[in-house]
C-alpha cells in the first residue's frame, strides 16, 4: 500500500460524501497509487456513519460512540492502516485529480522530507493560507487574540503566516495545517503519534516540532492542491471551538515556553474575554440587535468560566 487517507468525522455527512468521492476519483485517475481509506467517525448524528457503510464499502469504517477529537481520532486511525505513506484530512475538503499522486511523487524524491502537504484552497479558488512557522511568544499574544482583531496586519502574525514567502513555490516550512498532511510512516513511527492532550488545534503544530528536533523537514507543496471547506465541523459549536483553540494555545506554551508564560498569557486572555463580555453587554444595554448580542454575551461567559 502506497497511501493510507485517515479521515476524522463529526457531522459533516455532504462534505464527506464529496470529499470521499473526490479521494475515489483521484484514485482511479492514478490507480499505480494504491490507496486505502480510513474513515473515524466520532459520534455522528447526522447519518454519516450510515452513508459511508451504504455508499463507499471501499473504505474501512471506525464509528466511536464518543467524539475523539482529531489527535484523538487520527491516531485511532493510523493504527489500522498500511500505507508507506498517511494523509491525515479533515472531511470539509475535496482533492484534485492528480493531488494524491504529487504527494506521494513528492515525498519518494524528497527522502529527507518526514511530512508534506498540499496548497489549500478556499471554495472560489483562492489560496488558503496553510504554512506556518512554529509560534513565538509575540504570535501567541497577537495572533487569533482581540489584539490580532484590532491590528490584523502586525508583524507577529505576518511571520507567523509566511506571509514573506512566496506561495507558489515549493518550500520547507516549520509546520502545515492538519486539514490536510501527508507524513512518512518512517517519521511517524519515530516521532509518535499526535498528543491525545490537544483535543483539537496545535496537535499538529507540536507534531511537526517534535518531527524537526527528530531530524525530520516539513516540506510545502503548491502544485498539489485541495479544496478546504474550512470549519464545517467546528462550526457547530463555536464557543466550543474557541474555548479548544485557546485551551491548547495554553497548553501549547506551557510545554514549549514554560509555566510562567502559559501563566501570563492565560491572565491575558481571560482578560481580552472579559472585555469583549463587556462590550457586548453594553451594546445588548443600548439595545442594538440584542439577540445577536445576547448569543455572543452567552458564548463568551461559558469562556470565561471555562478559562
Known amino acids: 500500500m502506497d497511501l493510507s487517507v485517515v479521515i476524522v468525522n463529526w457531522n459533516v455527512k455532504d462534505l464527506l460524501r464529496s470529499c470521499l468521492h473526490s479521494l475515489l476519483t483521484a484514485a482511479q485517475t492514478f490507480p499505480q497509487i494504491r490507496t486505502e481509506i480510513i474513515v473515524v467517525d466520532s459520534a455522528s448524528t447526522d447519518g454519516s456513519a450510515e452513508m459511508v457503510c451504504l455508499e463507499f464499502p471501499q473504505a474501512l469504517l471506525v464509528v466511536s460512540p464518543e467524539n475523539l477529537g482529531y489527535a484523538k481520532g487520527n491516531n485511532t486511525g493510523a493504527k489500522l492502516t498500511q500505507g508507506r505513506y498517511l494523509l491525515l484530512l479533515n472531511p470539509d475538503t475535496e482533492v484534485k485529480p492528480d493531488t494524491l499522486q504529487q504527494l506521494v511523487n513528492y515525498l519518494d524524491a524528497h527522502p529527507k522530507a518526514g511530512a508534506a502537504g498540499p496548497q489549500l484552497l478556499w ?3 483562492s489560496i488558503q493560507s496553510s504554512r506556518r512557522r512554529f509560534p513565538t511568544l509575540g504570535s501567541l499574544f497577537w495572533e487569533s487574540t482581540l489584539l490580532g482583531q484590532w491590528f490584523p496586519h502586525n508583524r507577529y502574525a505576518r511571520q507567523y503566516h509566511c506571509a514573506d514567502q512566496p506561495v507558489d513555490q515549493v518550500q520547507r516550512v516549520d509546520w502545515l495545517v492538519g486539514a490536510a498532511i501527508c507524513l512518512r510512516r518512517e ?10 492532550s490537544f483535543f483539537m488545534y496545535f496537535e499538529e503544530t507540536d507534531w511537526c516540532r517534535r518531527c524537526a528536533a527528530a531530524g525530520w523537514e516539513v516540506h510545502y507543496l503548491p502544485t498539489a492542491q485541495i479544496t478546504h471547506y474550512e470549519g464545517k465541523s467546528s462550526e457547530q459549536a463555536v464557543a466550543a471551538r474557541s474555548l479548544r483553540f485557546q485551551r491548547s ?3 501549547y506554551a506551557r510545554k514549549y515556553f514554560g509555566p510562567g508564560w502559559a501563566t501570563g498569557l492565560h491572565l491575558f486572555l481571560w482578560a481580552t474575554f472579559a472585555w469583549q463580555w463587556s462590550e457586548e453587554s453594553a451594546k445588548w444595554l443600548l439595545g442594538h440587535r440584542r439577540e445577536l448580542r445576547r448569543q455572543r454575551m452567552d458564548a463568551y461567559g ?6
Open 123 to 125: 471554495p472560489d479558488g
Open 187 to 196: 517519521t511517524w513511527q519515530q516521532v509518535g503519534p499526535l498528543e491525545e
Open 249 to 251: 494555545k495554553l497548553r
Open 302 to 307: 461559558q469562556i470565561l468560566r471555562s478559562l
